[in-house]
């Protein structure tokens, strides 16, 4: 199987707070695959989402180019923010993404901001 992802969201206020910030993930520093260079790229997951809401194996969102490993994408922001949500948006076979780190750039660590078991979900989330 494979899974197909949109762009994540970093939110840091409550989506109905009319001090929201939302940033859209701004570059692809590295990857562990992509399933081509041009419609399931790594770089599918700069700037907001081009599938999403739709469901399905569709040209625009990031592809692994495996399906019998861990994958993994590190994505930057345009700037620093204190993370309080954070959104992905899965287009196909959902349900793989199993962590989510943070990077804090003042003690240079990464914390564990989401973690669950891999599930099958049939619809765009």
Known sequence: TSLSMASPRAVIAEENDENVVQLWASRVNDYSSQYDVQNWSADQMVGPPRVYPTYGDIPGAWAQR???R????ELDFPEPIYLQNIHIYETY????????KAFNSLNKRYYIVYEAEPTVITHAR
């Open 66 to 68: 495996t399906h019998s």
């Open 70 to 73: 861990v994958e993994w994408i």
């Open 93 to 100: 076979q959902c349900g793989g993404v199993t962590k989510v």
